[in-house]
């Protein structure tokens, strides 16, 4: 195997392409815009409708458990007043998902290979382009 499930983590902890290892998964003049396809390699990154779903469920759940539940629990343990835990958990709820926006995709991405990683091209001796992921 070409690529190790530890390089296929590290690459998706930094948001690189997990085929090849190159920081371009994301658009370079957005913030929000995956490349449809790694410039470098190829790698299909745009799956079908429905794939990045999991992202929005790691987003949300990475939100609660590690922003929300520590003010909570700030404000349980009186280090915060109930006013300035609700300002902090109200603009954390909006301001903490798009700024981890782009680690989701790319740890959703990550997780996908992470279990599957004869999936990669790298690791089929394949070129990337104009191959079915599924197949
Ligand atoms: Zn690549």
Redesign the pocket.
């Known amino acids: 195997m070409n690529v190790t499930k530890g390089q296929i983590f590290t690459r998706g902890i930094t948001h690189r ?1 997990p ?4 920081q ?1 998964l994301f658009q370079e003049d957005s913030f929000f815009t995956l490349n449809p396809e ?1 410039p ?2 190829g ?1 299909k990154i745009e799956r079908d409708e429905g794939f990045f779903l999991g992202s929005m469920s790691l987003n949300y759940g990475v939100t609660l458990v590690g922003f929300l539940l520590p003010v909570l629990l700030l404000y349980l343990a009186d280090v915060l007043s109930g006013t300035v835990a609700a300002i902090i958990a109200g603009a954390g709820a909006i301001g903490f998902p798009i700024l981890f926006y782009r680690s989701s995709r790319s740890w959703w991405l990550m997780s996908y290979y992470f279990f599957l990683p004869h999936h990669l091209p790298a690791n089929r001796g394949e070129p990337a382009t104009g191959q079915d992921e599924n197949s």
């Open positions: 392409c085929n090849c290892g190159a371009k790694c470098d390699c790698l």
